[in-house]
Structure formats: structure tokens, C-alpha cells
């Protein structure tokens, strides 16, 4: 591995984010924003039913409508594409983009209808005329589960996606030693990250070129090779444009069913073909819920408070197709012990279909619903003891001399600190006072709570939750890449090679070549090439671009500067460790011979008799990354090194409820956060402050909520809550750098922080609150209106 | 149906159906993409214009309804191209974004919180900033760049970028 610099000049400075000036313009250049000429426009027939037969399908009113062009069924766009990528080796839960034959959710597209303009399109969606025949439905898991339920995909012959019993280590023999035991459920309500920016595309089709050209708000790993396969084309006849702005994501842009139908039409008609979700088709059918999840948790521990083993049950309700759902149980195991010296782990995951809309990924992949069990788990086996809930994390946290640490399911954390971190941010907090003041809230006549959680941020995105969920997969390989091409004036042009949206990866990667080359990096421009010139990269998931595509620049760099090193000591002649390089210049380490950072450009580009024999003209440099540890796959009994790197951040939260009316106000929030080396802090802090806004949402207010004839009620932004500046606090974050061992500066991963641990600790501050009342909160999130009426129930009874 | 809507301090025309609402003619027929469409039922604030300098959800208002009023896009608080207003340029400097979506409408209701309070509390900025949701930033920073705009705004005794305009 290369060394890093000695001292560091622009990493970790709090420079401006270089993204930022076109934004604050309105110069961003969304998927909306994008203007192709004779374009189209999509609306589609949603299902009324959450499962239904489709009788028939009478387009004909609608397309005797002036403007409308094109009305498209789920059976012609099926003998026309392959199916939807399908993780898991279920073959007969198959997925298109409009449905065939059957209607599986409410809201899932049945026809799309393409016009003039939207506003048409809509008029025609409104005319077409479905026949449906109404079928049994199932909306909870554990019905789902059950011999007689409805079977969402009947060829498939039950509801179980996935059904795994993971065993590491000695979990009877620990449960049989242990002297005490407790075990609880916990429930995870689905919600997501809603992004404000709905998913978009704009498709075309090039019959003489054979190219299709998409535009799109796209976060996803391999876009371009799963439209190539969906639509039977070769991989280099499908051209994504990267450098369309994503307005916001946090996991859940990968609209490829929306890519599918639009590049379908857009071949069929021959012209450009755009679809824009509009919020209630986002909501309800953009099939980008997150997890949806019931945890059974059994414990046992010593009466030190010592854990010695967990059982943990995550039942995930994977809503109508596989989509992403079941792999976001798998990516935990690579946590699952959290921050905890837990020795061993009976895990076992399910997923089942039911008639809701699909999931995608969400911020944190299905690691802030586990970190949210096995926090209130810490919690509980502390009030079983009478102990003091940090207490009992001390005395189970890993020490930071036992990194890396092997936890039993496979995975070795990398680096950590957390006594201190925690020690830190009490002695930030003013613990005692801290307890002072809920007790005197509490006087006032408030119900008044603290909130602890600590956990962990798996970073770096090796993906063997694949691997270990579907055997057929045998993906080792998780890279990202960078290109550094300095022209013939000495300016400098580098690459990223897949979208963004909000994360700062041009500002990422050129303070990580700026740091190597001792350059400015304001100097360097930054692009997006499109599909079809980038180099490989697996787009920006599990919070990974900071290890990997800091990882890429940093050694194509490495490589850069290495060359201008041959170049001078050939100049020179003398060897390469007799000079050296500074501020973009090499001199000879004797005498004062230098060359600047022009003369050398000058050598590459016109200077043929004076480059190093070998050498190619020009001054260019290419690195592919692996994910550091990455690269192995699974044994037999399940355990693998998930991802490389792992943040922690420990949370601190004095919460009141009026109990009249069940409202929680957050009167103060403190996180300390170990993110290793950070490499701009504006960054890392406002990822931190967002995540634990999302957190916060999906803590109390943020909910797909279904009733009972399995329609969703909470499909507008009146309904489903979105955190305001009222409702979150100013937050106080407390730093601390553990530096990742693994990764070229040290650095780990921030894009999930706050969020993986701020509903555990908004849970642990309720729970704390309702303590004196003798009732506890079981389920996020924690609505008003439920919370109100526990309260007065509670009441109620202590009264009578 | 043919309106003229005075955008920006120009007066711009355009055909439009009645239906149309005053964001989709803003983007679509006048080109002016900065306003973002979120949630088309005026919670968000993604579409946020000022009507005669009052902050104003553009996708709950026809295009037909805003003739009259002076209507000021993010296309017009930038003073020339390339060249930020100090509050913009605050929003760079204290990282007050991230994906940049809901950014124009967050800089316009700063911009006219500014105008009228030029020394905001804390609890001023949050109520203001209120009906704008973010989703990336959980709002700290953006508390912070319109804080240090506020700063910059007294020092400089600089004149405002939007001209306080008289109510209809």
C-alpha cells in the first residue's frame, strides 16, 4: 500500500464543497431539466386492487383522444424485454415493469399510456378501462407466512423470498451457561427516504447509431448492464448520461422498471419518451419503500450485563416482487453484533411477499432496523439488571486494542474506540447535569426521557451479502475507478464514473489528487463521462465512495506522480530515489537541478527524446480499486467479510412529552462520531445532521401505512410526515478519528451516519419517558397519536 | 390561453392552457428550471418563487393567476453570471445543501426572510425556512449559512438583491 503524505494540506480542511455554486444558481441539471426535442410523455394506469386478475384492457376511448400516441400493455412489453433483474434464485417471482395477467399491489402500473404532453397522457390513464376480477390478498407478514395465505406469485408455491437459520459459534451451549435470559419483539414500520426530487427519465433511441441514450435520477450499481439485459441489447448500445444531477437518493433511485417501459417506447415509437414520477406514483409506486420488519430477540447475559449470546429473528415484509428486500437482511450479518463482544449469534432471516408496493434500498441497506433491535436489547438487559444502560455498553463494547476484531458471523471490524468515543460525548453533555434536567422536567409534569444508542456504520460496500444469500452468485469483485489525464497547457481533468446526488464526489475526488500531487485542487475539473466512456465503478452504495473512489484517486495519483518522478530522474540521470517531488515539481534531492510541474508536462507531451524509454506521450493515468478486504466468498456455514471499514457514532438524546397530547419535543441531541480520517468535514457534518433528520422521521413520523382492504393511506406529504426545521434540534456533534487501517488515508465511511443509530436512540428516550408510567413503546414509529393514547390509558388504569 | 408574466424584471409570454400551473410555465415554457416540482400539493416548497417578494408555492397557482405580479425565480437573485449574492454565497460557504433540490427554494425564502428581518434569531430562521422540507441536510447547515448571511448583510450594509415591493 503507498504511503500517505506526511503532513495533510487539503484533506480533512474545511474547504467549500465545489458542487455547490451551480446549485445555489438553480443551475443544476436534473433528470426534469433535461430537454430532448419531439419528446413524449408517460402517465400510468395504476391497480385499484391490491391483487386482482386483469380481465381485459379497452384502450380504445383513450386512443381516440387527439394527442395521445401510444397506449402500452404489461403482455406486449413482456415478449418484448426479459425480466427485472432478480437477486435471488427465486426464478418464479418474475417482474416487469407493467403487470402481466395479475395486479400484485395497489398503485402497481398495469398500463402506460404515452401523449403529447403529461397533462394528456394523464387524461388518457383516466380513460383506459380495466376489467378486474378482485383476488384474496395478504398484507401481513406473519399471515403470509401462514399454510392457507393468498401466494402472491402462485407459481413460486408459497410467500417465502428467503428462510435461512444462521448459526455462529456456540449459541445452545452459551444460552444453557448464561444465569439469565430475556427476549422481546421489536417492530420496524416502513417507511424511506423520500427523497423531494421523484425519479425521472428520458430515454432515446438512435435507430441509425443502434444507441440508446437515457437521462435519469439514478443511483444504481450496473444501470447500464441491467437496461442492456432487460431489453436485449448490447451493452455498448446503451448510453447513460452521468452527469445528470440526482436530486437526492439515500438508496432509493433505481428506477429501472421506469427505464425498462420508456426504452421500450421510446424504440417502439421512435421518438424520445420521458417519465416523470409525479409524488402520489412515487409514493405508492415508484417501489422504493424501505425495510418493513418484525424482530424476535432472545438474549442471554450474565448478571454483570456481560452478553454472551443472541438469538435474533427478522421477519421482513418484502412487499409484492423480490426487489432488493431480502439482501437488506443479509447486508447486517456483516454488524451484527454491533459495537458488542457478543460470541455467538443465531440469526435467522426471512422475507416473504405480501400485496404491498416493492422495496428498494434505503440509507443503511437494512443495518438502522437491526442496530434499532439490538440496541433496545442493550436497554433491556439493563433495566433487567437494575444496571446503568451506558454501564452495560461499556462493559460489552469492543476494546480498541482487540481490533481488528473477528465478530462470529465472519466479518473483522477494522478500527475503533468506543469508551472514548462515548466517554467524550457524556463529558460533552454534562451527563449528570444531563439527568438533573430530565428529573426536573420531569417535576414540571412532562414525561422526560434520555435516549442512548451506539452503533456501527458498515462502510465500503463489498456486497458479499449476495454471495452468502444466492449461492449462484458468485460476485467477489466491488471496484471503483478513477482516470487523471493532464492535458498539453498542465491542466488537469479527472473522472467519476457514475451519478451522484448530494454526496460531493467531485469535491471528494479532486482533494484527494490534490493531496497527492500537492496541487490545488480547485485546479482540477471534474467529470462524469457517460456509460459508455467510464471506466468500471459500482456507483455509490454502502457508503463506500469516500474508501473507494477516494481509494482510486488516490492511487491513480500515486501514479501520476510517480511517473513525473521517472521522468525527472531520467532528465536527471539519476535514480528515481535521488529526487524529489514537491508541489507538483521534482528536484534532485543533491545540487539544485529542478524541474517544474510545466517543464515535466512539456516532456510528456513534446519532448519524445527526453521521456524515459517506454513511456506512451502524454501524461495519463488510470486505477481500478478493489474493496479492501473484499474479494473472498462465503463458507459453507455462512461467514464472510462483509464491508471493510466501520464507523461508530454514539447518541445522546433528553427528550419531553406532553403527555396530554403525546407530543415528543428532542430538547437537546448529542452524537459523537468516528468516521477515521475525514476528507472534507462540510461534507461528513451535514451527511451526520441529514441522517439523523431521516432518523428522526422514521423514528416518529414516517410511514407507508396500509388498512385493512389493502390500500395505502398515507400517500401524499399531508399524510406521510417529513421532518421540518421545527421538528428537528440543533444538534451537537462530538469528533473522534480512529483511522481505518484498511483504506489509503485512513478513512471510513459517513453517507448512513446519524441515521443508523437515531431512531434507536429516540426509542431508548420514549421508553425512558414512559418508564414511571410502566409502559414501554415496542414498534417505530412512535406516532402522537398512538403514543397519546398509551399515555392516557396508562393513566387511566393508575387511576382505577 | 396567452399570458404575460412579468419573471425576473422581464416581461415573458407565453400560450398556456388554463389547467397549467405557474411552475410548469416557469420550466417549461420560459425555460426557468431552478423551480423543482416535489410534491405538486404545496407542502415541500421545492417550487418556491417570490410574488412580489413574497415567498410563493408556484405549483399550487396557475400560470393564468400570476399576471399581475412581480415574480423573481433563483434565476434572478444571482447579480450577473458566474457572481453569487452574499446569501447564496453563505449557502457555499457553510455547506447549506447537498443534492441541491430543494436549494432555490431554501435561497428564496432566505432571501425574503433577510429583506424583512435583517437580524433573525435562531427560532426566526427555523420558522421561516419551516415550509421548505430538505431531506439531505437535516437543516443545520442551512440555519447556519442564512445566520452568517445575516452577518455578512450588516457588515457590508449592502443594498438587498430583491426589491421590496408594495403588496397588490
Known amino acids: 500500500m503507498s504511503t500517505t503524505p506526511r503532513r495533510l494540506r487539503y484533506v480533512s480542511a474545511n474547504r467549500r464543497v465545489r458542487e455547490d455554486r451551480r446549485f445555489v444558481a438553480g443551475m443544476g441539471q436534473f433528470a426534469a431539466d433535461v430537454r430532448t426535442a419531439n419528446t413524449l410523455h408517460v402517465a400510468l394506469v395504476p391497480s385499484p386492487h391490491p391483487a386482482a386478475r386483469i380481465v381485459a384492457i379497452d384502450a380504445s376511448a383513450a386512443m381516440a383522444l387527439p394527442g395521445i400516441r401510444y397506449v402500452l400493455t404489461g403482455e406486449e412489453l413482456a415478449a418484448a424485454t426479459d425480466q427485472l433483474m432478480n437477486g435471488l434464485d427465486t426464478p418464479q417471482v418474475q417482474r416487469y415493469p407493467l403487470a402481466i395477467k395479475q395486479a400484485r399491489y395497489v398503485g402497481e402500473w398495469v398500463a402506460a399510456v404515452v401523449a403529447d404532453t403529461r397533462a394528456l397522457a394523464e387524461d388518457g390513464a383516466e380513460l383506459v378501462d380495466v376489467s378486474y376480477e378482485p383476488l384474496p390478498f395478504v398484507i401481513d407478514p406473519e399471515e403470509a407466512l401462514k399454510p392457507d395465505a393468498p401466494i402472491v406469485h402462485a407459481p413460486h408455491g408459497s410467500n417465502v423470498l428467503l428462510d435461512r437459520t444462521f448459526v455462529w459459534g456456540e449459541v445452545e451451549r452459551d444460552f444453557a451457561e448464561s444465569p439469565k435470559h430475556l427476549s422481546f419483539r421489536v417492530v420496524w414500520g416502513r417507511s424511506s427516504t423520500v427523497p423531494i426530487e421523484t425519479f425521472g427519465i428520458t430515454a432515446a433511441w438512435d435507430p441509425w447509431r443502434e444507441l440508446l441514450d437515457v437521462w435519469a435520477s439514478i443511483q444504481m450499481p450496473k444501470y447500464a448492464d441491467q437496461i442492456a439485459r432487460a431489453m436485449r441489447l448490447p451493452a455498448n448500445a446503451v448510453r447513460v448520461h452521468q452527469d445528470v444531477d440526482v436530486g437526492g437518493s439515500y438508496g432509493v433511485k433505481r428506477g429501472i422498471k421506469h427505464t425498462i417501459l420508456c426504452g421500450y417506447l421510446a424504440r417502439r415509437i421512435g421518438r424520445p419518451v420521458r417519465l416523470i414520477e409525479d409524488r402520489f406514483e412515487n409514493m405508492r409506486a415508484g417501489d422504493a419503500h424501505g425495510p418493513d420488519r418484525i424482530f424476535d430477540v432472545s438474549l442471554s447475559f450474565n448478571t454483570d450485563g456481560i452478553i454472551k449470546s443472541m438469538k435474533m429473528r427478522a421477519l421482513d415484509n418484502a412487499g409484492a416482487y423480490a426487489g432488493r428486500a431480502p439482501f437488506q437482511l443479509g447486508k447486517p450479518i456483516g454488524a451484527i453484533v454491533g459495537p458488542y463482544k457478543i460470541q455467538s449469534v443465531e440469526y435467522r432471516a426471512q422475507s416473504v411477499t405480501t400485496n404491498k408496493a416493492v422495496q428498494e434500498a434505503v440509507r443503511g441497506f437494512g443495518q438502522s432496523p437491526t442496530n434499532y433491535a439490538i440496541e433496545s436489547a442493550i436497554d433491556k438487559v439493563a433495566a433487567a439488571l437494575g444496571l446503568d444502560r451506558i454501564e452495560v455498553r461499556r462493559r460489552n463494547f469492543i476494546r480498541k486494542e482487540e481490533f481488528p476484531y473477528l465478530i462470529p458471523s465472519g466479518t473483522r471490524y477494522d478500527s475503533g474506540d468506543y469508551h472514548t468515543v462515548a466517554a467524550k460525548v457524556l463529558d460533552h453533555v454534562g451527563y449528570t447535569a444531563l439527568q438533573a434536567e430530565r428529573d426536573r422536567l420531569r417535576q414540571s409534569g412532562l414525561l422526560a426521557g434520555i435516549g442512548i444508542a451506539a452503533c456501527l456504520e458498515p462502510s465500503g460496500g463489498n456486497s458479499s451479502f449476495e454471495p452468502l444469500l444466492n449461492p449462484k452468485n458468485t460476485t467477489s469483485t466491488w471496484m471503483e475507478a478513477c482516470r487523471i489525464h493532464v492535458d498539453a497547457l498542465g491542466d488537469i481533468v479527472t473522472t467519476v464514473n457514475t451519478t451522484s446526488s448530494g454526496q460531493g464526489h467531485e469535491t471528494l475526488v479532486s482533494t484527494v489528487i490534490g493531496e497527492i500531487l500537492e496541487i490545488d485542487p480547485d485546479r482540477i475539473r471534474v467529470l462524469r463521462p457517460d456509460s459508455l466512456e467510464s471506466m468500471p465503478s459500482n456507483s455509490p452504495v454502502g457508503s463506500r465512495m469516500a474508501i473507494m473512489l477516494g481509494g482510486a484517486a488516490f492511487h491513480a495519483a500515486q501514479k501520476l506522480k510517480q511517473k513525473l518522478i521517472a521522468i525527472a530522474a531520467h532528465h536527471f540521470g539519476l535514480s528515481e530515489d535521488a529526487v524529489d517531488y514537491a508541489n507538483g515539481g521534482v528536484a534532485a534531492a543533491a545540487g539544485d537541478r529542478r524541474l517544474t510541474w510545466l517543464d515535466l508536462v512539456n516532456i510528456a507531451h513534446r519532448n519524445w527524446h527526453l521521456l524515459p524509454q517506454g513511456f506512451e506521450p502524454g501524461l495519463e493515468t488510470n486505477h481500478v480499486y478493489q474493496v479492501p478486504t473484499g474479494g473472498t466468498l462465503p463458507t459453507p456455514d455462512g461467514r464472510v467479510q462483509m464491508y471493510p471499514c466501520h464507523s461508530f457514532e454514539f447518541h445522546v438524546v433528553l427528550l419531553a412529552i406532553d403527555p396530554d397530547l403525546g407530543l415528543p419535543h428532542i430538547k437537546r441531541y448529542a452524537i459523537g462520531h468516528d468516521c477515521g480520517t475525514v476528507i472534507n468535514p462540510h461534507i461528513v457534518k451535514g451527511m451526520t445532521l441529514g441522517g439523523i433528520a431521516h432518523g428522526i422521521g422514521a423514528a416518529l413520523f414516517e410511514e407507508f401505512v396500509y388498512d385493512d382492504q389493502g390500500q395505502m393511506i398515507t400517500q401524499t406529504f399531508m399524510d406521510y410526515l417529513l421532518p421540518s426545521s421545527l421538528e428537528v434540534p440543533e444538534i451537537e456533534i462530538v469528533h473522534h478519528c480512529t483511522p481505518s487501517p484498511f483504506t489509503v488515508l485512513g478513512q471510513k465511511g459517513s453517507g448512513e451516519s446519524g441515521y443508523l443509530g437515531a431512531p434507536a436512540a429516540i426509542s431508548s428516550a420514549v421508553n425512558d419517558a414512559l418508564a414511571p408510567l410502566g409502559i414501554a413503546v415496542a414498534k417505530l414509529p412512535i406516532r402522537i397519536a398512538a403514543l397519546g393514547d398509551a399515555i392516557a390509558a396508562a393513566r387511566q388504569s393508575s387511576k382505577s | ?168
Do not use: W
Open chain 2, 1 to 168: 390561453m396567452k399570458v404575460e408574466l412579468s419573471v425576473n424584471g422581464e416581461s415573458r409570454s407565453a400560450d398556456v392552457e388554463p389547467r397549467k400551473t405557474l411552475l410548469d410555465c416557469l420550466r417549461e415554457d420560459f425555460g426557468l428550471t431552478g423551480s423543482h416540482t416535489g410534491c405538486e400539493h404545496g407542502v415541500c416548497g421545492a417550487c418556491t418563487v417570490l410574488l412580489d417578494g413574497e415567498p410563493a408555492r408556484s405549483c399550487l397557482m396557475f400560470a393564468v393567476q400570476a399576471d399581475g405580479y412581480e415574480i423573481t425565480t433563483i434565476e434572478g437573485i444571482a447579480p450577473a453570471p458566474g457572481e453569487l449574492s452574499v446569501i447564496q454565497d453563505a449557502f457555499c460557504e457553510m455547506h447549506g445543501l447537498q443534492c441541491g433540490y430543494c436549494t432555490p427554494g431554501m435561497v428564496l425564502t432566505a432571501t425574503a426572510l433577510l429583506r424583512d428581518n435583517p437580524q433573525p434569531t435562531r427560532q426566526d430562521i427555523v420558522e421561516a425556512i419551516s415550509g421548505n422540507i430538505c431531506r439531505c441536510t437535516g437543516y443545520g447547515q442551512i440555519v447556519e449559512a442564512i445566520a452568517l448571511a445575516a452577518q455578512r448583510l450588516a457588515l457590508a450594509n449592502a443594498p438587498k438583491n430583491v426589491p421590496k415591493t408594495g403588496q397588490r
